[in-house]
């Protein structure tokens, strides 16, 4: 089963018309998802109710430091000061000296120290909107999610959510990072770096050119078929370890 989620708590950035594009490119593609797609913006309720519980624990604290006064790890400069709510703050979590393992299901055995590599991280930021690496962790355990496969760009983020996991006693599903797609600078392709949009006229030449950056080896008969023959070789056939080793794909 696969579910389909949009992350759009980051309002600042989300662009009109963005969603219908995104539906209209799985489909195109022949990536049709299960059940009823689920929206972020609709579980500002249950992200805020959590946050207030962890204050009230105090697992939490309110933060009062702009970009301009941090460095990469956080000092705990507010960890132990009382700010006022009336005040503008953002949410830390304190971390401890745990160590946070995981066996990815490409990148092998993961390990790290959350409070000496990243700190007290944020979970809400000053502008009001919560975090990715909170958001998620509620989002996985409500949709039941048990495998998350996604960019190996996101593979620094995912022992903070295993952190937050381990605190709020919630289950850590199977991750798997798989390599990104780079251009000639190695910058990640994106709207940032002004990468091109997908051309959608030919999908079953879209499907096969990422099976051949993707290492899968298609035969080179399979780049004439339709989407739905294309997809069901890549189902029957994949092989997730001609990715081993493999950081990023320069296209």
Known sequence: MWKLRFDDL?????????????LQTLETLGLYWDGEID?????????????AELLAHEKIYRCRCSRKELIDIYA????????SATEPHSLRIKTDARQIEFADGLQGHISQNIALQHGDFI???????????????????????NHVVRGRDLLNETPKQIYLQQILNLST?????????????????SKQTLAMAVDLTAPNLILFQ???????????????ENVSKILAWAIANWDITRLCNIKQILI
């Not at 990422?210 to 004439?224: A, G, M, T, V, Y």
Request: with cysteine; proline share 6%.
């Open 10 to 22: 980051d309002t600042p950035r989300n662009v009109s018309g963005a969603t219908d594009s995104i």
């Open 123 to 145: 979970l809400k930021r000053k502008d009001n909107i919560v975090a990715y690496q909170f958001s998620v962790v509620l989002d996985d355990t409500r949709q039941a999610v």
């Open 39 to 51: 929206y972020q913006s609709r579980h500002l309720d249950d992200y805020h109710a959590v946050l």
């Open 76 to 83: 705990q400069t507010c960890r132990n000061q009382s700010i």
């Open 210 to 224: 990422l099976l051949c950056w993707l290492k899968q080896n298609p035969p080179i008969e399979l780049k004439h």
């Open 173 to 189: 599903p199977n991750y798997l990072h798989v390599p990104i797609l780079v251009d000639a600078k190695g910058y990640k392709l």
